[in-house]
């Protein structure tokens, strides 16, 4: 919760480190909560500039939402790719976008 916090509050030095750790003994079996708070990773990292790590993070968000039924996940995903559509002509951003279409 805290990384989730600094993550909304775009204090991604803050946010990153809380976030992997809380998400290094995640179980893919809680792929939900595990996609939601991988979320707030990549937006973490794209405040950070990191806008390639951030991408594969939202992919993986993509994968695991794929399965849920809950809408959150997904929805979370869909915003975020907005905010990495200016950076479209990196491949791991293309990548992505495509594997979302």
Known sequence: MKGRCWAELHRPLRAVPELEAAL????????????LYLSW???AYLDAGEVEQSA???GRVIDLSAGVGSVRPRQRARTFLTRLHPHRSLEAVAEVLRRAA
Do not use: S
């Open 41 to 43: 990773l990549a937006h």
């Open 56 to 58: 594969k993070v939202i």
């Open 24 to 35: 290094a003994d995640f179980d893919d079996a809680h792929a939900r909560d595990k996609a």
